[in-house]
């Protein structure tokens, strides 16, 4: 179910892999996106199971269409989720009670939280999101709802000796942000998505934990324990990123 799990004083998060689910054939089983080709109400209930195992109320679970943008939305009151779902790429709240779930198959997701103040975020932050920066808005938007020493946790995503981009492309993304700049394994140009966030967010300020540390965290090689869009292509599954401020 959850390829990490941490329960702060105010603060669930938790990253899915694609373990525990009810989706069968490439979507085996914890798919949490509809729009591959699996069944949306197996994915209803898939993202159900993940939300309370979280410990959160599915009923106030917050999706967000992910356009690979810079918009941040921000989740205010106990409103219910907006259907159709906004477009963003963060949402960002400080309403006890509001799951927040970002939907990511090799971009990186990222949990953001001021434990203390009890205010998080999600972030979907592929190529397109590194280079717009989506990390550093969300982590303004949360400072503007009271966030004040922020930490971040950086998941599952692809790895910066397997994400394979044509030369100039690695040139475009690294001249905007360095860090990004990586080789493959068999040493062809790549990108290291996941060091740029981490660049963006120390740059903002937020103590960033990078599952990568401690786990071996590649969507493309843990082809047993995630999802890949790259390995899999559009039939790809979606893994998860969750928060929420315990109501
Ligand atoms: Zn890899």
Redesign the pocket.
């Known amino acids: 179910m959850f390829a990490f799990h941490e329960s702060l004083a105010r603060v669930d998060l938790a990253f899915t892999d694609r373990h525990g689910g009810e989706s069968t054939g490439p979507w085996s089983a914890l798919n949490l996106a509809a729009g591959n080709g699996d069944d949306p109400d197996t994915v209803e209930r898939n993202l159900h199971l993940a939300v309370q195992a979280l410990g959160g109320d599915p009923r106030r679970t917050h999706l967000a269409r992910q356009v690979h943008g810079r918009d941040v939305h921000v989740v205010n009151g106990d409103a219910a989720p907006a259907v159709p779902p906004p477009e963003a790429d963060a949402m960002v709240t400080a309403e006890p009670g509001a799951v927040l779930v970002v939907r990511v198959a090799d971009c990186v997701p990222i949990v953001l939280a001021d434990d203390r103040a009890g205010v998080v975020g999600v972030v979907h932050a592929g190529r397109l999101g590194v280079v717009a920066d989506v990390a550093t808005a969300a982590v303004d938007a949360m400072r503007s709802l009271g966030a004040g020493d922020v930490r971040g946790w950086i998941g599952p995503r692809?790895?910066?000796?397997?994400?394979e981009v044509p030369e100039d492309m690695r040139a475009a993304v690294a001249q905007e942000v360095p860090p990004t700049w990586s080789t493959t394994?068999w040493d062809t140009p790549a990108l290291d998505l996941a060091a740029g966030v981490a660049s963006q967010l120390e740059a903002s300020g937020v103590l960033v934990h990078d599952l990568a540390d401690d786990l071996h965290v590649?969507?493309?090689?843990?082809e047993d324990d995630y999802f890949s869009y790259r390995r899999q292509g559009e039939r790809s599954g979606r893994l998860g990123a969750l928060v929420h401020v315990r109501g």
């Not at 590649?218 to 843990?222: A, Y």
């Open positions: 692809a790895c910066e000796r397997c994400y394994s590649c969507t493309i090689e843990g």
